[in-house]
């Protein structure tokens, strides 16, 4: 993780001043390596200071291993994953010290996260990631050879589609990382923002029914999960004639936006979920349907407390990204990856992909990349 290491030792963290509240050490096994600080505003009457525009801007919070940031291509897995830290206040401005803006928990990774990308802007293993997937896209493509020698029909076919957000993207927002409430869906490996395959799928299944596709061009393509009505005749029964690889970001990468989700009302949503209902049931957790408790300790009956005005939003911070993706399609027939690519545009620009559709989130263009343009 560190910057600019030497001789293979271990960083470890500067020592705290007395009264210095401006970093916070993370928490678990990473909290003797990893911590934040956040650059405060300059003191009263410390013009010099204040004219300075040499770093960051005061307030700006910065993630550190040991005596070095924590690398912009770090894997976004263990950083988003591994960490937590506690919320620190905000501090009223005094002679002595500078304004702190203080933090929540989710700021220093959220910040990390926006800055590089999560892991993937400016990183050179993205380049040779994706011209990995290039070579095995063109063996894959390459001519069957026959028993003669001769060469015969393509193994496969590919189409590589380019993916571009209209706005913003989100998937994996039921995710949870660590003190994250909210996750984003990131690849198993090399911890950059994807778009799994299956969620591709699903996109492409939706993009079907918006065109009303054929039922029995859309098991052929799809495949169907009832292995009596399989479209396949060799194992697994459920596949398809199409083949899905995870959408990844391309060459000069995706950006990474810190989100927030408000929801209102929450109390009433918290008493009407089916897990309230199953802890009424087994008497664990909450009191019983006849003696509910507001969030004021009045106790009530008749149900589930109501909506209402007065409950305060709760912000749910999110992580979700723009720019454009490549999508890899495979199959035995060109012709009916073309179709798919036809129903991802469908969904993409009908309904959307991921979460937070309804409020612009999700909605994409799809075009086909040349096999030139590779």
């Known amino acids: 993780m560190p910057e600019n290491s030497k001789g293979g030792r271990k960083p470890e963290n500067p020592r705290p001043t007395p009264g210095d509240t401006s970093r916070g050490a993370a928490h678990g096994p990473l909290g003797s390596r990893v911590w934040v600080h956040q650059k405060p505003h300059p003191k009263k009457g410390d013009r010099d200071a204040a004219k300075s525009t040499k770093g960051p801007a005061p307030g700006h919070t910065t993630l550190k291993f040991g005596r070095h940031h924590v690398e912009p291509h770090a894997n ?17 401005e005094t002679q002595e010290q500078g304004k702190l803006e203080g933090w929540q928990p989710h ?34 493509t390459a001519p069957r050879t026959t028993t003669s020698g001769a060469l015969g029909r393509p ?31 990131l690849h198993g490996t090399y911890g950059w923002p994807v778009i ?31 292995p009596e009505d399989s479209p396949a ?20 990468g995706v950006s990474v936006h810190s989100d927030t989700l408000t929801p209102h009302q929450q109390p009433y949503y918290t008493d009407t979920f089916p897990s309230a209902e199953s802890e009424h049931n087994s008497g664990q957790g909450r009191t019983g349907p006849s003696e509910q408790v507001d969030r004021n300790g009045t106790e009530g009956k008749g149900g589930p407390r109501p ?31 073309r179709t798919v690519a036809d129903w991802l545009g469908k969904a993409g620009d009908e309904v959307g992909g991921g979460g937070r559709t309804s409020a612009s989130h999700g909605y994409f263009t799809c075009d086909v990349i040349e096999e030139e343009a590779w």
């Open 196 to 226: 799994p395959a299956s969620t591709l799928k699903g996109l492409a299944a939706a993009g079907a029914r918006l065109t009303e596709a054929d039922q029995e061009q859309v098991r052929r393509i799809l495949g169907d999960p009832r």
């Open 155 to 185: 193994r496969t076919h590919v189409l590589r589609l380019r993916l571009a957000t209209e706005w913003r993207l989100v998937t994996g927002l039921g995710l949870q990382y660590g003190v994250l409430d909210s996750g984003l869906a």
């Open 107 to 140: 700021t220093p990774l959220h910040t990390w996260a926006t800055e590089c990308g999560a892991g993937q802007q400016r990183n050179p293993y993205l380049d040779a990631v994706l011209k990995r997937r290039r070579a095995l896209l063109e063996r894959m």
């Open 76 to 92: 976004a897995l263990v950083v988003l994953h591994r960490l937590a830290f506690e919320k620190m206040r905000e501090q009223k």
């Open 233 to 252: 005749t060799s194992p697994p029964q459920g596949r398809g004639g199409a083949v899905f690889l995870d959408a990844l970001p391309e060459a000069r």
């Open 307 to 337: 909506p209402a005005e007065h409950h305060s939003p709760v912000p749910v911070p999110f992580l979700s990204v723009s720019g454009c993706l490549h999508v890899d399609l495979l199959g035995d027939d060109h012709d009916d990856l």
